[in-house]
């Protein structure tokens, strides 16, 4: 397991090899098994394989190639659809149409997806995560036809690898732990910390790409930029709203 774990690294491309049946199954009941917040089970996964369903899923997450080409799509969704519906079946009376069900339905779906990721690798598939998915989850909401408290939160690309990419870096351990409480960081410490990935021949290679000084400005100024970030938060509270999760008071 921790050999799976620690030889991680996102595929994006994939061959043409479908995965079998058997196997799906195991790797998405290895998602089921995921911890669930009061063993609610508040998710659901959509698994698109159909070209034509794919293709929309493509254009609706900026056309990124893995998309199209891998085999196998899940869409993780945070979902109080089912728990709600069985809630009024039962006589009780759900009060999960606010902000922190969102939230928490959330939680669910993420941990669904790094169990179905961790899964995935176990098998020999590899696996890329998409972020446009919150960025698109209207549109998404309209191809995937997901009802009233239920909203996208993650994708996974599911495949075999037709590409074997190197370990991605990350930051020395020590930067992303505090022992006991928190303890801020110094300038010093930042610099410290951010060194030996600045460094990589790789990131001076981006910064050329980027035209840029420096690899913050790289996100800052192109990855994900305040103008992007403000546009994506609104669009996402809207769909909160659409989806019946932002009843607060
Ligand atoms: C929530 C999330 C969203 C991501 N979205 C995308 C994406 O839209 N496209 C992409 O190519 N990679 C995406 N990634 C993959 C990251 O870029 C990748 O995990 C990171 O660069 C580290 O590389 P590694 O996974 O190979 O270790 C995403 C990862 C996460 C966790």
Not at 47 to 62: M, N, P, V
Not at 95 to 113: C, E, M
Not at 178 to 187: A, G, I
Not at 206 to 214: G, R, V
């Amino acid at each position: 397991m921790i050999n799976t774990i620690t030889e991680h690294r996102s595929i994006r491309n994939f061959s043409d090899k479908k995965v079998d049946k058997l196997i799906l199954d195991k790797i998405i009941y290895a998602g089921t098994r995921a911890s669930t917040t009061g063993n609610m089970q508040v998710y659901s996964m959509i698994i698109t394989t159909g070209q034509k369903l794919k293709e929309q899923l493509w254009e609706a997450h900026f056309k990124q190639n893995m998309v199209k080409q891998a085999p196998v799509i899940v869409t993780f969704c945070a979902d109080f659809n089912r728990f709600n519906k069985w809630c009024g079946q039962r006589k009780a009376i759900p009060g999960y149409d606010n902000f922190l069900s969102f939230f928490t339905a959330a939680i669910d779906a993420l941990l669904v997806a790094q169990n179905v990721a961790l899964a995935s690798e176990a098998f020999g598939l590899g696996i890329c995560y998409l972020g446009t998915t919150t960025y698109m989850a209207e549109k998404i909401i309209e191809i995937l036809k997901l009802p009233e408290y239920v909203v996208p939160v993650t994708t996974l690309a599911i495949g075999y690898p037709d590409e074997s990419p190197g370990l991605t870096d990350r930051l020395p351990v020590e930067g992303v732990i505090h022992s006991e409480t928190y303890k801020d960081y110094t300038p010093e410490d930042i610099d410290g910390i951010y060194k030996e990935k600045e460094s990589l021949e790789s990131i001076k290679q981006l910064l050329i790409e980027n035209k840029k000084e420096t690899l913050a400005q790289v996100f800052t100024d192109n990855r994900y930029t305040k103008k992007d970030n403000i546009a994506f938060s609104q669009a996402l509270l809207k769909v909160l709203e659409k989806q019946g999760f932002m009843k607060n008071e």
